[in-house]
């Protein structure tokens, strides 16, 4: 027998592609452009949002203050000498201070020394409080202030001493007839510097009024040698005074309204209240009026005070919501639709649409809602095509679906909303805000918003970098 030959010819197949194959590449390539993706835009950055919060800061200006107040100048030259501490009363009459024309009382106090003079706890207190708000207070643009707190502080002792004195002078048997009691002619509180401001008056201000930088303050300091005719003290002679501050053009829109304004005065470190107002200083500057009728003796040696507006404390700044950073808005294209053509199906419990058929007849859709607002719902563009026909739900108890006589809505009209993208479940998902306020960095948005932000909500920090439903994590 002959060799059997092979009769089997040998061909190419062709690649056969299953169902798996099918699905592995479709797994692939979606793993593929994520990873692209995620390569292109860079690290994403989450946020947390944080809890209701409050923009509304405080402001601090260096204001100006205004009283009522009287020089009272020397009748003659001489040395005038503290008889009554400054930032007491002093009433119509009473001597104020010692004017001596050739200095000997001030030899004979300090040939005589401190003797057995002591001062009261109280007194001792006092001193210890000047000192105390010169801490407080203390700037270091204004060094000088430790000068006027030395002499003040110089001058009070020397008043708690003037009594005493005088009285030990007498019994040593010295005449006092060379001492003249400089006699107040008002009723008020005395201080014992001057510093050309005390006849400024409301109408006659202007911003460089204002400016404390150059201001100089001439103190009177006990023992020292007065011309005529200069001043010795002056009396405060109303509780009422005035703080004028240069607002910002923010501040003055916010402040604008408002007739009462809590104040922190810096200097005494208390907190006060105080009638608010704008006016128009004589060159025209906008400047905040505060005007008050406490606390004056606290700030009588001051002439310029360092205040903080509480803006906090006023209710209707007082805006709260959930603190979101500025980078992290963005907006999103959607269609809008009329609160009173949506319904719930038939489980009640997926809120959705009736669409119309090409038969007329209702089909109910549960396309994606991403915010409400009074009147109408907010859908993603993706989820229907312009042009779509819902139909209006009957009010029928037991069963919304339309009918055949149904008003309807041609889906046409569109809207840009604002938001950020929420990533809690691991893709981006556009969440709507309403912004209530904002400074330098963050946003304050409404909390409790339908289809909105919660607190801790995780949000991408910035909200340019992903698209809606895109693979965040």
């Known amino acids: 027998m002959g060799e059997k030959k092979d009769n089997i010819i040998r061909t190419d197949q062709p690649f056969a592609m299953n169902i798996g194959m099918v699905v592995f590449l479709v797994f692939f390539v979606y793993i ?56 007491t009363r002093a009433s119509v009459g009473d001597t104020v201070c010692l004017l001596d024309e050739k200095g000997q009382y001030t030899q004979i106090i300090s040939g005589r020394g401190t003797g057995d003079s002591s001062l009261s706890n109280d007194q001792l207190a006092s001193l210890k409080k000047k000192l ?5 207070g203390y700037r270091s643009a204004r060094f000088s202030d430790i000068y006027d707190t030395k002499y003040s502080l110089n001058n009070q002792l020397l008043g708690y001493l003037g009594t005493e004195n005088l009285n030990e002078i007498a019994q040593m048997g010295i005449d006092t007839s060379f001492l003249r009691g400089m006699e107040a002619e008002y009723s008020g509180v005395v201080e014992y510097y001057t510093d050309g ?45 005035v703080i004028y501050l240069p607002l910002s053009a923010e501040d003055q829109a916010v402040l604008a309204d408002q007739k009462n304004v809590t104040l922190l005065l810096h200097d005494v470190n208390l907190e006060v209240k105080a009638s608010f107002s704008l006016i128009h200083a004589a060159d025209d500057t906008i400047l905040g009026r505060c005007e008050l009728n406490d606390y004056m003796i606290q700030m009588a040696d ?22 979101i950073p500025k980078s992290s808005i963005t907006t999103h294209d959607f269609y809008v639709v009329p609160i009173g053509y949506a319904a719930y199906g038939g489980n009640d419990t997926d809120l959705g649409f009736y669409r119309q058929t090409p038969e007329g007849t209702a089909e109910f859709i549960t396309p994606s809602i991403y915010a409400k607002s009074e009147n109408y719902y907010y859908l993603d563009k993706s989820a229907l095509d312009a042009g779509t026909v819902l139909m209006k739900p009957a009010e029928t108890p037991g069963s919304s679906a339309p009918t055949d006589s149904a008003a309807t809505y041609t889906i046409e009209r569109e809207t840009t909303l604002t938001g950020v993208y929420n990533v809690n479940k691991g893709y981006a998902l556009f969440r709507a805000v309403e912004i209530l306020d904002e400074n330098e960095d963050y946003y304050i948005v409404e909390a409790g918003r339908s289809y909105g932000l919660a607190i801790y909500d995780h949000i991408l920090l910035n909200g340019n970098k992903a698209k809606d439903g895109e693979i965040v994590y």
Do not use: C, H, M
Not at 198 to 211: G, I, P, Q
Not at 235 to 241: A, N
Not at 302 to 323: D, F, M, Q, W
């Open 302 to 323: 001051k002439r310029y005070a360092t205040v903080s507006i509480r803006k906090s404390r006023i209710p209707s700044l007082n805006v709260t919501g959930l603190k």
């Open 132 to 136: 105390t708000s010169y801490r407080v």
């Open 32 to 87: 593929l452009v994520n990873v692209i993706s995620y390569a292109i835009r860079g690290n994403l950055q989450i946020y947390e949002v944080g809890p209701i919060s409050n923009v509304v800061q405080d402001t601090t200006y260096t204001g100006l203050i205004l009283r009522e107040e009287v020089v009272q100048n020397t009748p003659d030259a001489g040395y005038v000498n503290v008889y009554v501490r400054e930032g």
């Open 197 to 241: 401001k005390e006849t400024l008056t409301e109408d006659k201000l202007t911003a460089a009024d204002l400016d404390d930088s150059k201001y100089e303050k001439n103190l009177i300091s006990s023992g020292s040698l007065t011309e005529k005719n200069s001043p010795a003290f002056k009396t405060i002679t109303s509780e009422k005074w």
